[in-house]
């Protein structure tokens, strides 16, 4: 190694810098360092950022993860996180941009990404509807910047309320308010533009079809009318979004 003129080597390690007046001892300098690399790595994988909260919880509703944990009204809704409701369950969250979120008996919702804009709104969020009945009720973001699926078909989103029911071989998306385009993986669509303007999508035999119709053969009031608060919908009451569990000051060497 090539030392400045200016730098003695020592011992036990130690350079001493004669220019600036001060000694620099590597083990001791390197040790916390390392020692706090190590320990973050935990933390900062296992902190979760709390996209909305939970409002109306009606008997069996969970989390899904390596474990179901049960939720309760005033939980966070966590970003990437799975939530499954049981037999005569239903619940409500509302997200940090005030879009409110209802799942009906049996419905399992995953959130596959969200984006923060600001505090308030999101660049981008993305929920998968895999199972069962929901309503969907737009909050502050740009409406681009929602993306719902179900595994059969895609839903942009350009107005406020709709009604979404994912089955076996079926989905059925019933406008209640604003404008929906809905597309199936093949790229066929259909513009539902007046209340009641609905697509039904079939699987049959491997081959999927999407139709409109404006008379829809389901909607999600029969849930609103069976659970009182399921179908209000509220500003996301609370303080901007944090992380959980909190990452102490060692998070700044994780990239937060």
């Avoid at 590597?26 to 973050?40: G, M």
């Avoid at 179901?68 to 005569?88: C, K, Q, Y």
């Avoid at 081959?207 to 919908?233: D, H, M, R, Y």
Wanted: glycine content about 8%; proline content about 4%.
């Amino acid at each position: 190694m090539i030392i400045s003129p200016h730098r003695k080597r020592a011992r036990s390690g130690t350079i001493r810098d004669t220019s600036i007046g001060c000694e620099m001892n590597l083990r001791f300098w390197l040790f916390p360092i390392l020692s706090t690399v190590a320990l973050c790595a935990s933390p900062c994988a296992q902190a979760q950022t709390r996209v909305g909260e939970a409002v109306v919880i009606q008997n069996e509703v969970v989390r899904v993860a390596a474990t179901t944990t049960p939720i309760n009204v005033g939980d966070s809704m966590l970003r990437d996180e799975t939530v499954r409701t049981g037999a005569d369950s239903a619940a409500r969250f509302v997200m940090a941009d005030s879009t409110n979120l209802s799942l009906g008996p049996s419905a399992t919702l995953k959130l596959d990404r969200t984006v923060f804009n600001d505090e308030h709104s999101y660049r981008d969020v993305a929920i998968r509807m895999t199972t069962g009945a929901f309503r969907f009720v737009t909050g502050h973001s740009d409406k681009a910047a929602y993306k719902i699926t179900t595994p059969l078909a895609t839903i942009g989103v350009r107005g406020t309320t709709l009604d979404i029911l994912s089955q076996r071989g079926r989905s059925v998306v019933v406008l209640q308010d604003g404008a929906a385009s809905v597309c199936t993986k093949s790229s066929q669509c259909v513009q539902l533009t007046q209340p009641g303007d609905t697509a039904i999508i079939t699987s049959t035999g491997g081959k999927v079809s999407i139709t409109k119709t404006n008379t829809p053969p389901w909607t999600f009031a029969a849930n609103c009318a069976a659970s009182a608060g399921l179908c209000a919908v509220n500003q996301y009451a609370g303080a901007s979004p944090t992380i959980t569990p909190a990452v102490q000051d060692e998070g700044m060497l994780c990239g937060r």
